[in-house]
T-cell receptor
């Protein structure tokens, strides 16, 4: 079993829909990261969070430390949101390497 | 700042040849990471450096892989000899310090034929 599991693996939706991508992890962490990878291949960090909720534009990330679960939400989705969204966790303080989920491929149709 | 700069963006080489991938970190970032991404295994950490010192190289697949960071502004990942199974996208990422946000380069797509 992977230490970081994402669901769904693939998601197709219509423009304007509310999107939720889930991430569960089985290890202790100091932080959780949400990354975005566009078809061109570049990876961009969207959020890094260790508790509660963060919002940036139409993107919202939440984390529940007790349940070892995080969600990434996209409101009013747009075709340009089409990308692979990757959840990654940082182990407890002192160990820097990220452990990645397999990613969720999101396609937003116009 | 131009961000993390990787070169080359694409590399096609024949099996058995030496391949060198390069990374220029964001100025002032103390941590540098080399990742490999494949369809089968997703993103995996190969090695990371703190203040130019290799901290964890447990992800380096085998002795054919080596990485160096001779100074704060440059790192290399070398594969010698290369094999077709090394074909992947190799990302360099840097961060300002421990447990901070990571900034990724555009990646080097390596194809070994």
């Amino acid at each position: 079993k992977n230490e970081v599991e994402q669901s769904p693996q693939n998601l197709t939706a219509q423009e304007g829909e509310f999107i939720t991508i889930n991430c569960s992890y089985s290890v202790g962490i100091s932080a959780l990261h949400w990354l975005q990878q566009h078809p061109g291949g570049g990876i961009v960090s969207l959020f890094m969070l260790s508790s509660g909720k963060k919002k940036h534009g139409r993107l919202i990330a939440t984390i529940n430390i007790q349940e070892k679960h995080s969600s990434l939400h996209i409101t009013a989705s747009h075709p340009r949101d089409s990308a692979v969204y990757i959840c990654a966790v940082s182990p407890p303080l002192g160990a820097q390497k990220l452990v990645f989920g397999q990613g969720t491929r999101l396609t937003i149709n116009p | 700042d131009a961000g993390v700069i990787q070169s080359p963006r694409h590399e096609v080489t024949e099996m058995g040849q030496e391949v060198t991938l390069r990374c220029k970190p964001i100025s002032g970032h103390n941590s540098l990471f080399w990742y490999r991404q494949t369809m089968m295994r997703g993103l995996e950490l190969l090695i990371y450096f703190n203040n130019n010192v290799p901290i964890d190289d447990s992800g380096m697949p085998e002795d054919r892989f080596s990485a160096k960071m001779p100074n704060a502004s440059f790192s290399t990942l070398k594969i010698q000899p290369s094999e077709p199974r090394d074909s992947a996208v190799y990302f360099c990422a840097t961060s300002p310090g421990v447990n901070t946000e990571a900034f990724f380069g555009q990646g080097t797509r390596l194809t070994v034929v």
